[in-house]
């Protein structure tokens, strides 16, 4: 088949789902991120996308983006993924690349429902712990592991344990 023919199927195939297509392609799993080098992120939301298959922010970084010194301690909910919460905040560093904005993939809205996380609001500052792409190649893209609002941290991979 060729690329035109493919690019055919997939728009109809698009129109059958309801217009889901683009997001779908658009929709990252875990697998495709470096879960060995967890990165932090901060600054306000210029652009928010509440909706399926996961919320998206826009997030503009602070300038200077600094490391917390305590967020090593900072506690984390249990989920029902196997996950090493503190450890993970213990390994995490600031990204080598100089982008000021990144797209932030946050969870499915049910999920996002389920830790009872308020909607983001353009403007909103958070922080966030996540995981981007092999030596940060590609976009400037990070999938949300911790969400840091106000004095609220979410666990994102998974439920509430």
Known sequence: MQRRDLMR???ALGLGLGGWYPA????HGWSSFDQTR???LEGRAVAVRWRNPHAEVTLELAQ???????LAQRPVPAQMAPVDGPALLARAVLPTR????WQIELAPLGRMALWQVPQIQPGTALAVVGFTFS???????LRAEYLFLG???YGLRSSPA
């Open 9 to 11: 199927s997939g728009a």
């Open 24 to 27: 779908a392609l658009a929709h």
């Open 38 to 40: 967890p990165l932090y």
């Open 64 to 70: 200077p983006l600094r490391l917390p010194a305590d």
């Open 98 to 101: 100089r982008d000021a904005h």
């Open 135 to 141: 030596e940060e190649k590609g976009d400037a893209l």
């Open 151 to 153: 004095d609220k941290t």
